[in-house]
């Protein structure tokens, strides 16, 4: 944010505040209490308030007056905040269509709470083993959330609140659906296949997961396939059922991403298998 002055157009509420620069564009502020006493003509110097975010986008400004108008200044406010830890713990300021979409979608979670709606999060699994740490910033928000209206957001809140941050800092959406997509629909493979019931606090299960999105995302070269066929020979012997499930995910993920995996993605992979299922027994 650039630090130059701003005159007020118009103090929304205590925290709050439309102003206007001197090249006449107009930019919505908010954090707490800057439009506390504010009136129109008033100097504003954003630099002056802690933890102040700006919306300089027209769209963005008019989604958040319709929110204005649904949820409570105090609410809105306690959300900002979290965010604004958000933003402290990640090192850099949340896109604004990002910033909102979060704000939305946090006070959509306290209303659901209120509710007692039953909220189902089929990527919460993967979610938390991919973005680990991320997940831990998303759950400290939630928590500031829960210290300040007494409401504790389910854990599946948490998993979207983490895909929210996320987003933010690789700006690749569609992407990252895809990966999560591929990792669902393999979990839920090697569930039914291995007759398991997967447990998410399972380090096992962590490891499957992480040997899941390497191949997606960072595939080993193929280069000498010769011994690790030797090893596949005996697997594919010792461990037929693990074989079988490593050989139709590896297939899925060469088909959905266009691609050619190593022979010893498999040889790993089936090991991962063989280790998940004797923990999980």
Not at 60 to 79: D, F, P, V
Request: glycine share 4%; net charge negative; hydrophobic share 40%.
């Amino acid at each position: 944010m650039k630090n130059e002055g701003y005159k007020v157009q118009k103090p929304l509420n205590n925290n709050v505040v439309i102003a206007e620069n001197h090249a006449g564009n107009e930019v919505m502020f908010i954090g707490k209490g800057i439009g506390f006493g504010m009136k129109q003509g008033d100097p504003f110097e954003a630099t002056s308030y802690d933890k102040v975010y700006s919306l300089i986008d027209v769209d963005e400004q008019e989604k958040y007056r319709h929110l204005l108008a649904k949820e409570s200044e105090e609410t809105l406010l306690i959300i900002h905040e979290s965010i604004a830890n958000i933003q402290d713990e990640v090192g850099f300021q949340l896109d604004e269509s990002v910033h909102f979409a979060l704000t939305q979608h946090l006070a959509l979670a306290l209303q659901r709470t209120r509710d007692a709606t039953d909220i189902q999060n089929p990527f919460l699994t993967e979610t938390k083993w991919l973005y680990y740490d991320t997940y831990q910033i998303a759950e400290r928000a939630v928590a500031f959330i829960a210290d300040k209206t007494g409401m504790r957001l389910p854990e599946a809140e948490v998993g979207f609140v983490t895909l929210h941050i996320q987003s933010s800092m690789h700006r690749e959406t569609s992407s990252q659906s895809q990966e999560q997509e591929i990792i669902s629909r393999s979990l839920a493979y090697i569930e039914e296949k291995l007759a398991l019931t997967i447990n998410e606090y399972n380090p096992a299960l962590r490891r499957v997961v992480q040997h899941l999105k390497q191949m997606i995302d960072d595939p080993l070269p193929q280069g000498d396939q010769c011994a690790a066929k030797e090893y596949i020979s005996v697997l594919k012997e010792e461990v037929p059922l693990c074989y079988n499930v490593t050989r139709n995910i590896m297939r899925m993920i060469e088909k959905t991403m266009d691609t050619s995996l190593s022979e010893w993605e498999a040889v790993q992979f089936i090991l991962y298998l063989k280790i998940l299922t004797d923990v999980s027994n």
